[in-house]
């Protein structure tokens, strides 16, 4: 188990996993730990986006995890 510290909070990840120095999360555990969510459009929270460019959309998104600081 993981625990993601963002802000004032700290979230237990399940899921979330160390590969070398990255760290892939869930896309569910990545809400509830820090309000962020994948949408077509990147990585959202409320109205703002960062877009996750598709050809570099394989260094940052693998499957159903994320990776996590990016």
């Known amino acids: 188990m993981v625990v993601v510290l963002y802000?004032?909070?700290?979230?237990n990840c399940a899921t979330?996993?160390?590969?070398?120095?990255d760290l892939w999360?869930?896309?569910r555990e990545l809400?509830?730990?820090?309000g962020?969510?994948?949408k077509p459009q990147?990585?959202?929270r409320?109205?703002?986006?960062?877009p996750v460019p598709a050809s570099q959309r394989a260094d940052y998104v693998a499957g159903d995890a994320v990776l996590g600081g990016a």
Request: aromatic content about 4%; proline content about 0%; hydrophobic content about 35%.
């Open 7 to 11: 802000e004032q909070s700290q979230t």
């Open 16 to 21: 979330a996993r160390a590969a070398g120095e």
């Open 25 to 27: 999360i869930g896309t």
């Open 31 to 34: 809400e509830s730990a820090t």
């Open 36 to 38: 962020w969510s994948m």
């Open 42 to 44: 990147g990585l959202c």
């Open 46 to 50: 409320g109205d703002i986006c960062v």
